[in-house]
């Protein structure tokens, strides 16, 4: 069965720290992968999404990156973080076969 | 891009039925789902419409109009374990875009 880990759980950094969230696929290939932010009380906001290995398309310009090393992971990045970057952060896949979007299970980010 | 709209709040009684709305506007419109997110939680998939017409999914049905740019989420024999937040989300192309979502509360 096909799951999705991503870690960490809850993560405290402070500001101009660098920060690395990964997201890893099991169980199928090839699929597309996204990473959300949910501010507190808000909707969830694409922020990168992949349809393949090395391939990454950004939704909005802002203090972070993504990679995908890999077929079934991605990373999530940034080299300063700002007090704004504090959320919840969603790691998503799909398959053209699976339409549905399966979420991990998140990051919360707080930025002191 | 696209515009997603839903209300913000809605009440409930226990063992009631309550329709959650939502409008879109997109280009390249390729499905309609809905989430369902408890406070602090992932979301998690509750329903997927990309042909008109209603899908019911034990006490859950999703309605799609796509040339109204409409759906709704029925939810009925409300339990209290139903009071979370249930998002709308568009596809277009590869892409998942989500409404603010709507918080239901269920009240005994």
């Known amino acids: 069965s096909q799951t999705i880990h991503q870690w960490p759980a809850t993560l405290v950094q402070p500001v101009g720290s660098p920060l690395s969230l990964e997201c890893t696929v099991e169980g199928t290939s090839n699929p597309n992968l996204y990473w959300y932010r949910q501010a507190a009380g808000r909707g969830l906001q694409l922020l990168f999404y992949s349809v393949g290995i090395g391939q990454i398309s950004s939704e909005v310009p802002q203090n972070l990156s993504a990679s995908r090393p890999q077929d079934r992971q991605f990373i999530l990045s940034s080299k300063k973080l700002l007090l704004s970057d504090s959320g919840f952060y969603l790691c998503?896949?799909?398959?053209?076969?699976?339409?549905?979007?399966?979420f991990g299970s998140g990051t919360r980010l707080t930025v002191v | 891009g696209q515009n997603i709209d839903q209300p913000t709040e809605m009440t409930a009684t226990e063992g009631a039925i309550v329709q959650i709305n939502c409008t879109y506007q997109?280009?390249?419109?390729?499905?309609l789902f809905w989430y369902q997110q408890h406070a602090g939680e992932a979301p998690t998939f509750l329903s997927y419409?990309?042909?008109?017409g209603l899908e019911e999914k034990g006490r859950f049905s999703s309605f799609l109009s796509r040339s109204k740019g409409y759906s709704y989420l029925l939810l009925k024999e409300l339990q209290m374990k139903d009071s979370a937040s249930y998002l709308c989300a568009v596809r277009a192309f590869y892409k998942l875009s989500f409404g603010a979502g709507t918080t239901v509360t269920v009240r005994a």
């Open positions: 997109t280009s390249g419109f390729n499905g």
């Open positions: 998503a896949w799909n398959t053209e076969r699976q339409g549905s979007y399966t």
């Open positions: 419409n990309v042909l008109d």
